[in-house]
């Protein structure tokens, strides 16, 4: 069975987004820190959240690369590393940096993802000034 982490990026990238809420528990947190003045940072519960936060991506970004580098998992916690660059469509800028990814699991579902990235890389890339 493939782990439920790796299955909603799978999904994310088919643009399945069905499928990636089919992973989510019901009392998911996923939280992206960052300033406010990017719509993409803040908390969002649960899979209308999560739907909300994928729908967000999908009006800011076209993603032209998301890599996996590392992948390590311990009982119900996952920790993943790797590079990701979205061109930023209000901007045509590049947003390009590593990421650091935490995800919870219980239920066989995700219950937790803090994604860290560069938060100064992307309002450079996303404003216009």
């Known amino acids: 069975m493939t782990h439920p982490v790796r299955q909603f990026f799978a999904c994310v990238a088919n643009a399945d987004i069905d499928g990636a809420l089919i992973q989510v528990h019901d009392k998911a947190v996923f939280e992206a820190q960052g300033p406010q003045t990017v719509p993409i940072y803040g908390v969002f519960h649960g899979p209308s959240g999560v739907r909300t936060f994928l729908g967000t991506l999908g009006e ?12 390590a998992e311990n009982d119900n916690i996952v920790f993943a590393h790797g590079r990701m660059r979205h061109r930023v469509r209000r901007s045509e800028r ?24 560069d938060t100064a890389a992307l309002p450079a890339a996303y404003h216009d000034d």
């Open 60 to 71: 800011l970004f076209e993603t032209e690369a998301f890599e996996f580098y590392h992948w």
């Open 94 to 117: 590049v947003f390009e940096c590593e990421w650091a990814l935490v995800c919870e699991i219980a239920d066989g579902r995700i219950t937790r993802y803090k994604m860290f990235e």
